[in-house]
């Protein structure tokens, strides 16, 4: 198990360039991975890289 630094959730909102309510919305609703410690919610920074890797849509060529 890689013990790598949680991001807090201001600071995981900050990476994705999201608002800290967006962030609590989408940690909600299931969609981005979160550990929770008691009621305290910390974010894998490699997990929220494969959020995002996961939304990337491609260039339609034109």
Do not use: G
């Given at each position: 198990m890689d013990l790598q630094r949680l991001l807090r959730p201001q600071e995981a909102a900050d990476a994705l360039g999201i608002t800290l309510g967006?962030?609590?919305?989408?940690?909600?609703?299931?969609?981005?991975?979160v550990v929770k410690i008691g009621r305290r919610l910390r974010f894998h920074p490699e997990a929220l890289?494969?959020?995002v890797?996961?939304?990337e849509r491609k260039a339609i060529p034109r």
């Open positions: 967006s962030l609590y919305n989408l940690s909600y609703r299931r969609e981005v991975p890289a494969r959020f890797a996961q939304r």
